[in-house]
C-alpha cells in the first residue's frame, strides 16, 4: 500500500513540478484584499436600505492585479462603522464572469469574490488557464491568501475535474 501511494505522490510531483510552481498556487497567493476595489459599469442602482449595490452591463471590477467583468455584479457593504465610507463584504457576479491575474484566467457562469474571508469561488461550467495547462470543472475555490486553488467535478455530468497539462521540453530540444 505505501508502494502505491509513494507511487502516486511522486507521480502528481512529477506531473505539477515539471509544469512549473505556478499551477499549484495561484499567482494571486497574498493578493492585498486591503486595497481600493475599483467598479465600472453601464449602470448602478444603490439600495442603501439592503446594504448593496447592482451594477449591471460589462461590470469591471480592479483590486491590484485581481480583475474580474461579468455581466452584472450585486455589492454588498456595510456603513455601520465609524467611516461614512461602505465597506465592502462581498461581491458576487453573475453572467460570463472572468477573473484574470498576470499567470491564470478563470472563466465560469457567477463568482462571488468573499472579501472578509478572502475567498474567490467561481461556478458553473468552469475553466481555468495557467500557461499551457487547463482544466475544467464544476466549482473552482481560490484562498486568496495562500493561493490555494481547488477544482471540483459536476454532479450532472460524470462528476470529474478534467484536465490537459503540457509536457516541458527536454534540454536536449532547446541545444541544437
Known amino acids: 500500500m505505501n508502494f502505491v501511494r509513494n507511487f502516486l505522490f511522486s507521480a502528481l510531483l512529477i506531473t505539477f513540478g515539471f509544469n512549473g510552481a505556478t499551477f499549484a498556487q495561484s499567482a494571486l497567493k497574498s493578493h492585498d484584499t486591503k486595497q481600493a476595489i475599483d467598479i465600472s459599469a453601464s449602470r448602478l442602482e444603490v439600495q442603501p436600505k439592503q446594504g448593496r449595490a447592482v451594477f ?32 465592502i463584504s462581498r461581491l458576487d457576479a453573475m453572467g460570463n464572469v472572468t477573473l484574470t491575474s498576470k499567470s491564470e484566467k478563470v472563466s465560469g457562469e457567477w463568482a462571488i469574490y468573499d472579501v472578509e474571508r478572502k475567498l474567490v469561488t467561481l461556478g458553473g461550467k468552469v475553466v481555468l488557464i495557467r500557461g499551457d495547462t487547463e482544466l475544467k470543472g464544476e466549482r473552482l475555490e481560490l484562498d486568496l491568501v495562500t493561493g490555494l486553488t481547488k477544482l471540483d467535478g459536476s454532479a450532472s455530468r460524470d462528476g470529474r475535474v478534467k484536465g490537459r497539462f503540457s509536457i516541458p521540453k527536454d534540454k536536449k530540444d532547446h541545444e541544437g
Not at 58 to 84: C, H, P, W
Open 56 to 87: 449591471a452591463g460589462a461590470v469591471r471590477v480592479v483590486q491590484g492585479d485581481l480583475l474580474i467583468s461579468a455581466e452584472n455584479m450585486t455589492v454588498f457593504y456595510d456603513t455601520k462603522g465609524k467611516s461614512e465610507d461602505p465597506s
